[in-house]
């Protein structure tokens, strides 16, 4: 572990590096993302496309991820032209990772501004705002704290304070073994809110948007948007599974793993959905409400079940820790990027890097009120980073280190670490190979033809 500039060296076993690459890829992607992109892009059509691109496309790209950092023991940019040197091909691979390093960078910068709102709901529902309140009632609380630019200035400067008070201190590992107790705490708060859907709720009707096919509702941008929120709730593309595979024992099974992490990510998610769309559905909300969305519907669950000021509470504790423990996963390559390339110090990288990303977060911000009508390429400031990172940059990285391990990587030293033999192996071959790159150059061409 000489190699890498790190503040701990391997995970002591398979478990720990679990929690962290769960602690990584479980956060506002799951339980904020996940269901207001459905809501928006026609329910099952999403749903449906994003699990396939999770199998097909998401399972391969984490483990070359992971595979690649292992083998470098490296940061992400100087993993890649490292592998890339060492399979005899051009140094220029190193791009990639730094594409991905600026992709976190811009990432952080929106998902800031939203922990934010998970911060800012931990108080209200903890001070019983929502008692009694239907959708109506959360909805205009939701607008006025959206008009409000002092109250997510304040919001998002706590976020972002915090994830830079972890990364500046180094204590990313502590906050890793935290969440073994918070991130069950967090599936059973979930599975309490799925109970109170599913038996207050229009949890039929729920049921059949989000996993009724509906084949005629899928058209490119469905299926762009599906891709790229598979690579955003994984963490893929943006070199940070790669570094986390730095710190991987070569005794760690990566398909095994993978599909742990996975599964996890996954479950988390449809189970937001299922405590979201029986309340979007029995409350008239519009399941395309957008950015909002659990911030309108979750409230009706905790101003009206008994003891939902507590239960609500602890929800917004629970998804403010998980947000943190993919924001502080987003922070890190940059600040171990500028901490290699300048003479900064860890706590001067950090203080740069975060005070940059807050600025940029500050602007998108202000795109939900006062600059609302400041437009990029038809966009607000919000949804415009939103698009660009998850719709473009996460995919087309993904797709560069796809293409790299399916056609530049020496295939059989590949198929011995992963342990395929046989039809597996066949499997791995085809799909890594064929089908996750042309998926995404498809759904890009596509695009292009309109
Ligand atoms: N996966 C996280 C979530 O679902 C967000 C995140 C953390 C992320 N690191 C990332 C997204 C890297 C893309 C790339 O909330």
């Known amino acids: 572990m000489s190699t890498t500039k790190a503040s701990h060296g391997q995970w002591s076993s398979r478990f720990g590096f679990i929690l962290a690459a769960t602690g990584s890829a479980v956060g506002l992607g799951n339980i904020w993302k996940f269901p207001y992109m459905t809501g928006v892009s026609g329910g099952s059509a999403f749903v449906l496309t994003y699990l396939l691109c999770i199998a097909l496309i998401g399972v391969p790209i984490l483990v070359m991820e992971w595979l690649i ?5 490296k940061n992400p940019i100087q993993a890649m032209e490292h592998v890339a040197l060492q399979e005899g091909r051009s140094r220029h691979w190193k791009w990639l990772g730094l594409v991905g390093i600026l992709g976190a960078f811009l990432i952080l910068s929106f998902y800031s501004v939203i922990g934010g709102w ?15 309140m239907n959708g109506e009632q959360t909805g205009a609380v939701f607008n006025g704290f959206l008009g409000d630019a002092g109250s997510l200035l304040l919001w998002h400067t706590v976020f972002m304070g915090l994830t830079m008070a ?25 599975l309490i809110l799925v109970g109170y859907g599913v038996t207050t709720g229009a949890a039929g009707r729920a ?34 599974m790669t570094a ?57 669950a905790f101003g009206n079940m008994t003891g939902g000021t507590v239960l609500g509470a602890l929800f917004f504790i629970l998804l403010s820790f998980a947000a943190l423990t993919s924001s502080m996963s987003l922070l890190e390559p940059v600040v171990a990027l500028l901490e290699e390339k300048t003479p900064l110090g860890r706590k001067s990288a950090t203080l740069v890097a975060g005070s940059v990303i807050w600025l940029l977060g500050v602007a998108s911000l202000l795109s939900f009120n006062h600059w609302s009508d400041i437009q990029i390429m038809g966009n607000n400031i919000f949804d415009f980073l939103d698009k660009l990172t998850s719709k473009f940059m996460l995919p087309l990285t993904g797709l560069g280190i796809i293409i790299f391990a399916g056609w530049f990587m020496n295939q059989d030293s590949i198929r ?8 597996g192996y066949t499997v791995w071959r085809i799909v890594s190979r064929f089908v996750a790159p042309l998926a995404v150059i498809a759904v890009f061409i596509s695009l292009l033809l309109g």
């Open 69 to 73: 950092g292992r083998r470098a023991q």
């Open 118 to 132: 998970a911060l800012d709901y931990l108080f209200r529902t903890g001070s019983g705002t929502f008692q009694g």
């Open 166 to 190: 972890i990364v500046a201190m180094g204590v990313t590992g502590g906050l890793e073994r935290a969440s073994r107790i918070m991130m069950p705490g967090l599936v059973l708060v979930l």
């Open 207 to 240: 049921a059949e948007f989000l996993f009724t096919p509906n084949w005629s509702a899928i058209n490119g941008q469905v299926v762009l948007a599906a891709l790229g929120h598979a690579f955003f709730t994984l963490s893929l593309g943006m070199g940070i």
């Open 244 to 300: 986390y595979g730095a710190y991987l024992g070569q005794n760690v099974n990566l398909l095994g793993t993978a599909r742990t992490v996975v599964l996890l990510d996954t479950t988390i998610a449809l189970m937001a959905g299922m405590a979201i769309f029986p309340l979007v559905f029995s409350h008239h909300l519009e399941p395309s409400a957008g950015p909002g969305l659990i911030f309108v519907t979750l409230p009706i």
């Open 416 to 423: 011995r670490e992963l342990g395929l033999e046989g039809p």
